[in-house]
Structures are given as structure tokens and as C-alpha cells.
């Protein structure tokens, strides 16, 4: 049996924190299941116990290095998302215990795919997106050729307030995404200019995703709205980057104020940081296997690039404080 080293690592960890003391009956299962790596070199059992366990406690230990850097998520207004939503919230060890959806040897990838038509100026805006994407977890993304969005009833209706055409990501995600989805995917999340609806509960969303299956949209219809150029990018970067992060299994942040806590509008989207909290960025890290002070030097210099300096400083001090 052939199964990579990263693999290894989840099996590791997974033995070693539930069954410290399991001795011969630890090397044995590792022996068994870690043959080889993707070159047929020999792993080593041992090494790969112990890279986990390090590997892990370097992630434990860099949630308390940048803690400060975030805010703890204070009281919601009745009309923000968790005045509405009883939510539990998702811990990186909560996350580690719950078998998360990952990239792997086959599948190292995030596909985005545009839907409809766009204008120069969304255009640029989907492309730095994407770019913004494959810094944030450490994976290549590829362009999918854009398609026509047809929809028909039930899945389109009129919204009764602003009297606009909206469409059910239900029929995106299941009718249009996941039939298409690469063998080669991680994931694969598409872009629209039409507004959303999740049901008929709802008014609107700013995007959905799939904790199962690896699919998501993100919609550009409200991100501009009353205001400039520079915050329709920002908006557009946390939508996009927050519903990735549902399709790799994280679920809504409720312990920081993080670009993974659910938002109701454009307001609480806002005020929200471009960045993962201390504990979902060890949940990126993990998935991904990304240095996480490569990875914050990395997003530096994306925004730097795209005149967010900021943002810019911000990921440098996190960066800075790993060393």
C-alpha cells in the first residue's frame, strides 16, 4: 500500500494523541499503512510520529504568538449574524477531530470558474481575487473557460425589496458545480454578478459552500455598493477566501473576530479583518502544510502588490512575531 506522508502525519497524530501509550501496537500500524512516499523512498515510521506531534505544537504555539493581533468576538446586534444564528463556533482541535475535507496528493488544487458575463472592471477584480486565493492556502489555482448562467423555476426568483433577479446557490452548487467538479480538485468555487439566495427564509446571501463536497459560489452584486474601489476589493478577497474555507470543512469562527464569522451585511462584512484567526490559520496551516511565517511574509507582499498597506503591515508584524 502506497499512501503519501502527509497521510502518515494524520495517522500519527491521530494515534499518538488518543493512544500515547500504544508502544509496539503504534509502529506496527504505522509500518503497515506508510509504505512508502509518492518516490518510493522508505518513511520512517518514527519520524513521521514525531514530525506530527511537532509540527502541532508549533501550530498550538504560534495561536498564542498572534492572538493579539485579533479581537474576541464581542456581543452581536440582534440584526448581525450571530444575533440570529446559535452557532458553537469550530476550535483547531475541534477541527482536527472532525475529519476535515482536504487537499491531497490527487487533489492539490482550487478551480475557479466565472459564471455569466463581467465587465473590465470585475474582471480584474476575480483575477486578483484568485491570485489572492492560491497565497491564502497555498495552492495553485486554475481558471476554469466561463459558462452561461441559465436558470429557471424554481431556482430564480424577483427579491421584494430591491426588485432584482436572484438565484438559489442550492441549484448552483448541486446542478452546475459538483457534475463538473476536476478529479484533479481541492475544491472548485465559482463567481457570479447575480444576487444570491440560500431559501426562501432568507433575503440574500453573499455567497455559500459545501462542507461535503468541495463546491461554492460567491456573488459580486453587492460588494460594490456605496463605496470606492479599494473596499469592493477587500469585500470581494473575504467572501471569496471565507467560502473556500467552508469547503475545506471550517466551519463559521465565533471565539475572534475573523474573516470565517459569519456576516449578515455589508456593515459586520466590513468590519470584519482580511485575515483567519489565530485558529483557523493553524486549521489553513494544517491543511495545507504551509509555513505559517512564509505564508504571512507571502500575503505581505500580495497586498503591498495591490496597494493595501495596512493589510500589508498587519501580515509583516504576524510574520515577525513566528521568527
Known amino acids: 500500500m502506497n499512501i503519501s506522508l502527509h497521510r502518515v ?28 512516499e509518492a518516490n518510493n523512498r522508505p518513511v520512517s515510521n518514527m519520524s513521521a510520529a514525531r514530525e506530527a506531534k ?9 495561536i498564542k504568538k498572534v492572538a493579539p493581533f485579533f479581537r474576541p468576538m464581542g456581543k452581536p446586534a440582534s440584526y448581525d449574524w450571530l444575533g440570529s444564528h446559535n452557532e458553537p463556533g469550530q476550535t483547531f482541535e ?3 477531530d472532525a475529519g476535515p475535507v482536504k487537499p491531497t496528493k490527487q487533489r492539490q488544487k482550487i478551480y475557479v470558474l466565472p459564471l455569466g458575463t463581467f ?7 476575480i483575477q486578483t481575487t484568485a491570485d489572492y486565493l492560491e497565497v491564502f492556502y497555498d495552492l495553485s489555482v486554475e481558471h476554469m473557460p466561463s459558462r452561461p448562467l441559465v436558470v429557471r423555476p424554481p431556482n430564480i426568483r424577483q427579491n421584494k425589496l430591491t426588485k432584482t433577479r436572484q438565484i438559489k446557490t442550492g441549484y448552483i452548487l448541486d446542478d452546475i458545480l459538483t457534475p463538473i467538479l476536476p478529479d484533479d ?25 459545501s462542507l461535503e463536497n468541495r463546491v461554492g459560489v460567491w456573488s459580486l452584486s453587492r460588494m460594490d455598493d456605496n463605496t470606492d474601489e479599494r473596499n ?11 467560502e473556500t474555507g467552508h469547503m475545506f470543512s471550517m466551519r463559521h469562527c465565533t471565539k475572534y473576530e475573523c474573516l470565517m464569522s459569519g456576516t449578515n451585511h455589508l456593515a459586520e462584512t466590513d ?9 483557523c490559520t493553524a486549521k489553513i496551516c494544517w491543511l495545507s502544510d504551509a509555513d505559517q511565517s512564509e505564508r504571512y511574509d507571502k500575503l505581505a507582499r500580495f497586498c503591498q502588490k495591490y496597494g493595501l498597506t495596512k493589510e500589508a503591515d498587519e501580515f509583516s508584524s504576524k ?3 513566528l521568527q
Open 9 to 36: 502525519r494524520q495517522i500519527a497524530y491521530t494515534i499518538v494523541r488518543f493512544l500515547p501509550g500504544a508502544g509496539l501496537l503504534v509502529t506496527v500500524m504505522i509500518a503497515f499503512l506508510a509504505c512508502s
Open 54 to 62: 511537532k509540527e502541532l505544537a508549533e501550530l498550538r504555539s504560534n
Open 94 to 96: 475541534e477541527y482536527l
Open 119 to 125: 465587465n473590465a472592471k470585475q474582471q480584474k477584480i
Open 185 to 209: 480538485a481541492a475544491a472548485l468555487i465559482a463567481f457570479t454578478i447575480d444576487d444570491l439566495y440560500p431559501n426562501d427564509s432568507l433575503n440574500y446571501v453573499f455567497g455559500q459552500a
Open 232 to 242: 469592493f476589493l477587500i469585500r470581494t478577497l473575504k467572501i471569496a477566501a471565507h
Open 271 to 279: 468590519s470584519r479583518p482580511i485575515d483567519a484567526c489565530p485558529e
Open 319 to 321: 510574520a515577525a512575531v
